[in-house]
Each structure stands twice: as C-alpha cells, then as structure tokens.
C-alpha cells in the first residue's frame, strides 16, 4: 500500500513537472510571457550556455514556438509556400511539414508571423495572407481550413501575425473589418459560432487574450482604433477604450485584476485602463515610458518589463506607470522573455542575447552571448524578431530558417 501511495505520488509529481515545462501556445500557458520552470542556470559562462543543436531548414519567417511534450511547432516558407512545421525538441529534427497556403510577400521579410497553438491532438495556425488551418498535432494531417477574406477580413500591411486563441470549444481570431473584428470557430469543425459584427476595427498585429471578469468569459484584442472586451458565449463587445493607434499596433494587451495596459510604437506608448463593475471603463494612466514596438512587455511581481522605443530597456510599477528604471546603453532594441525570475532579452540588430534579473532595483547582467549561426538569408530590412521561448530547460532562438536549442537547465 505505502508502495502504491509512493508510486502515485511520483506520477504526480513528474505530471506537474511536464506540465510546467509546456509552451502551448504564444506567451505561454497564461499568455504572459512568463515560463513556469525552476532550477534553470542563474549565471551563464562566459560563451554563453551550451548549444544543443541547430536545425537549419523551419523555413523563412518570424514565427515563434509552441512546445509540449517532445515537439516543438512552428510556421515557415520554404520556395512560396508558407508550413505548419513539427520539431523534435530533442533532437532538432523535423517530424513533419503541412502547406498552410500561399507565401506572404514583404519588403522586411517574407513567410509567416504567427505562432501555431496547441490544443490536445490538434494544432491551430494562422497564415501571413490569412489562412486559418487545423491539423492533426501527430502527423500534421490537414481537418479544416478557413480564410479571412471570406468573413470580410483584408491583409494587413505587415501581414496576419496574431497567433489563434483556442478557448473551450472554439479557435478564435481577429480577421478585422465590416462583418466584425474578431471571429470565433467550432474547434472540431471550423464551422463559424459568431463574428463581432458591433465592433469593425481593421486587424492588427495583436493576439486575443482570454480572461474571467464580471461574470463572463471575455476576450481582450487591441487594434488601431481600441482596446475591447468581448463576451466568449455570443461575440458581443462588453466594453471598449479609444486607443490612439499609429502605422501599427503589435504588443499582447496584459491583464490583471481588472486592469488592461497595452502599448505600441511610432510614438504612441502605454495606456492602462480598469473594467469595473458592470464593465465601466476608467482610464488609469498613459504615458511614453514604455513606447513598446513589437519586442513584447511582460508583468513580473507588480512590474513592467519591456523596451521602450528612444529610452531603452525599462521597468515600470504596473499600477502606476512610475518608471523604476532604464538603460540604454547595455543592450539595444529587442524582444523579452522570463524565467525563473530572469529576463532573457534578445537585441534585435546582432542577435545578442542577455539575462537579467526580473528586479525593480535595476540591470543587473549574468550573462550574454550572440546567435551563431546567423542566417544569409534575411531580408535587408528584416533584424532577428521572433522572441525567445524557454521550455524544458532549453532555450530556444530563431533566425529565420535557423532554430537553434541552448541548455538553461541548470543541470550538472
């Protein structure tokens, strides 16, 4: 009996654990950028962690990953087509490819954006012309396909780059436009439930987040016009705030406790709002401290984490908007990720990679190194954009066709 007992309790234990280290789809489980994994290295050599393995064909693009199990998913072109593509995490190499549609075209690098997710058996992926696709998550068997000009949606400049949202039994998107912003799927089918037809916001870069407030399930989206909240069971908006948008908004809204910051480039910087009761919208600050491009902006324990464009790397009480700190010098432009109660942060222009400490006292550095191999491919207005993803005790880094896989374990 006490046998027994043992033996389930270590089949719980290796259940969280595995549990812990998936990255099912962007931003992660929580959709905050933030991994759930421990005991991760709190100092790197001096070259940096050690380099697992590079696969060298997932295809152009700025796709990032979703992880769980042994697979890693993610999206890229290869000739003038766009893949759903499947990678061993232990080995880097691929398991299988699925045509997704048509090649994006772009003068700052062509291929897909967006980051496929994972729901049990199936992957979701959405195209850079707009093509939703479900495929079976073993084999990448194509189950159903939609397109986003059939609900009214039109390409944004830059491409469809929002990862879909799947949220009990449906895939959710923003195909934007007259017939309504955001849309909503049967998981099983691709059979539309609804579509948002009073709010027609353009699309923009911006993924949805699901959150539970005054007794509903919404869905959160940020466009060019607003911020909005939207009811899960029927599609109808519960609440929206202007939002000053310029040439493109990209940067995942963030949620906590009825507070919503959002942020963008080109000047525009943060706005925080609070959906009160009955879903009465109340400005709470905005500001230029965190004019936010695309790299990403993460809330850690109270604070904001993230670039800000013209003043540099920047942390910000969350409730607030006062700026704890920034610096300028020690790393340019990039994207953001957190573990284990680090930043890992990945300038943009070199492909260098630094680890901070998630902290409010300031940029205190353990360590740096810089891609290697770097793609020849990419284009010349393109720079290394697709964020870093940490997931069972590897770090995982894109240039283009180049996924590469270091170990952060902190495993002896």
């Known amino acids: 009996m006490t046998s027994l007992r043992l033996l389930t309790t270590l089949a719980l234990v290796f259940t969280v654990a595995d549990a812990s280290a998936e990255w099912p789809h962007w931003r992660g489980a929580k959709f905050d950028g933030i991994s759930a ?59 299988w490819a699925t045509e997704v549609g048509a090649l994006l075209t772009n003068n700052w690098g ?16 959405m195209s850079g012309k707009g093509t939703l696709i479900c495929v079976n998550a073993a084999d990448g068997k194509e189950v159903w396909r939609v397109t986003m000009d059939s609900l009214g949606g039109k390409v944004p400049g830059w491409g469809y780059t929002e990862s879909p949202l ?54 959160i989206q940020l466009t060019m016009q607003s911020i909005a909240g939207v009811n899960s069971a029927d599609g109808k908006v519960l609440w929206k705030s202007a939002f000053p948008g310029k040439t493109a908004v990209i940067p995942t809204p963030i949620f906590s406790n009825g507070d919503v910051f959002v942020a963008a480039g080109y000047g525009v910087g943060c706005k925080m709002v609070h959906v009160g009761e009955g879903n009465e919208v109340k400005d709470l600050y905005s500001n230029t401290d965190m004019v936010n491009h695309h790299g990403g902006v993460i809330l850690h324990d109270g604070h904001l984490y993230g670039f800000c464009d013209g003043k540099g790397w920047t942390c910000m009480d969350f409730k607030t908007g006062a700026v704890k700190w920034q610096e300028k010098k020690a790393l340019k432009k990039g994207a953001i990720h957190a573990a284990d109660g680090k930043l890992y942060l990945l300038e943009e222009d070199s492909g260098t990679v630094v680890l901070i400490d998630a902290s409010p006292k300031g940029w205190d550095e353990h360590g740096r190194f810089t891609i290697s191999p770097q793609t020849t491919q990419r284009s010349k207005s393109g720079k290394v954009w697709t964020h870093p993803v940490v997931s069972g005790g590897k770090l995982f880094l894109r240039d283009q066709e180049l996924l590469l896989a270091y170990d952060v374990s902190g495993k002896k």
């Open 166 to 219: 799947v949220d009990g039994n449906m895939v959710v998107c923003t195909p934007g436009g007259g017939q309504g912003t955001m849309a909503a799927f049967d998981k099983t089918t691709g059979k539309k439930v609804w579509q948002s037809s009073d709010w027609t916001d353009p699309a923009q870069y911006s993924s949805i987040i699901p959150v539970d407030h005054n007794g509903a399930r919404q869905f």
């Open 110 to 125: 062509n291929g897909p954006r967006a980051t496929p997710t994972v729901d049990g058996d199936k992957i979701y992926a």
């Open 37 to 95: 994994e421990e005991g991760l290295l709190k100092k790197w050599p001096s070259d940096g962690p050690k380099q697992l393995w590079v696969n060298q064909d997932v295809g152009l693009g700025y796709s990032s990953y979703a992880i769980v199990g042994n697979t890693l998913y993610t999206m890229g072109s290869r000739d003038v087509v766009e893949y759903v593509i499947a990678v061993d995490v232990a080995t880097g190499k691929e398991k």
